[in-house]
């Protein structure tokens, strides 16, 4: 047997969406164990671990491993405990590239005080500006007024497509600057954002109806206008070139 532990996210997540192994989508029993494709039936088992900050340590690895023991809990850090069994028909390229789509970090919501995962660009961004791994600013500093607009005007569905107006949906390592990060999933709402009077505040882009009307009576002085140069002003320059 070879045992793997792969960790997805340094965080709780909400949940393991898919499974895939070589790009194809795998069945799990209760148990852990791949059914299908039918292949890999009794050749791998996978189990599943959230990352919550109480979790304890797979019960099947520390049975199974003397290097793995109740003290290797890895609280916090979401991960897979995979189990393969030797099999060069099953595994002809050797160890199989085994990955996940997860409904990932949970985030807090102010229209509802309620934390749990959420792909609203808003959301995300609040939840990034108040995370350790983001800047660890206080929720207090957070404008939470704009935040619920913004949560709101994310949230819109389009009647025609049935689809979201925006969504943030990715990954990063903290190897990325906590000001790309931002600039990043600013893009995922067409947004900005920006820190006055003591608050994070932020902005999708959405359109709102006109409260000022300008004219000419507005302006400061008279309407000049720069034309182009005339025909006659315009010139070109020709260069000949002789060879001996």
């Known amino acids: 047997y070879l045992h793997r532990i792969i960790a997805v996210a340094g965080h709780e997540i909400q949940a393991f969406d898919e499974i895939y192994i070589n790009d194809e989508v795998a069945t799990l029993d209760g148990s852990g164990n791949v059914t299908s494709p039918s292949r890999y039936s009794g050749k791998v088992r996978i189990k599943l671990h959230l990352g919550a900050s109480n979790q304890t340590a797979d019960t099947f690895l520390v049975s199974e491993s003397a290097h793995w023991t109740t003290q290797h809990a890895l609280n916090g850090i979401a991960y897979m405990y995979i189990r393969l069994q030797f099999d060069a028909d099953a595994f002809p390229n050797g160890i199989p590239e085994i990955t996940t789509v997860v409904s990932g970090k949970k985030v807090y919501d ?24 983001g800047i660890s600013e206080s929720s207090a500093n957070i404008d939470d007024a704009l935040v619920i607009i913004a949560a709101n005007v994310c949230d819109q569905t389009n009647t025609d497509a049935g689809t979201t107006r925006y969504t943030c949906n990715g990954s990063f390592t903290t190897a990325s600057t906590p000001y790309d990060m931002i600039n990043g999933m600013l893009t995922s709402m067409d947004g900005s954002m920006w820190y006055a009077q003591g608050k994070w505040r932020m902005k999708p882009a959405y359109w709102t109806a006109p409260v000022l009307d300008l004219n000419e009576d507005d302006l400061r002085s008279g309407i000049s206008v720069s034309t182009r140069h005339s025909r006659r002003n315009n010139f070109n320059t020709v260069k000949g070139t002789f060879r001996g």
């Open 110 to 133: 102010p229209r509802t005080s309620t934390t749990a995962w959420s792909d609203n660009p808003a959301l995300c961004l609040r939840d990034y500006l108040i995370s350790s791994y």
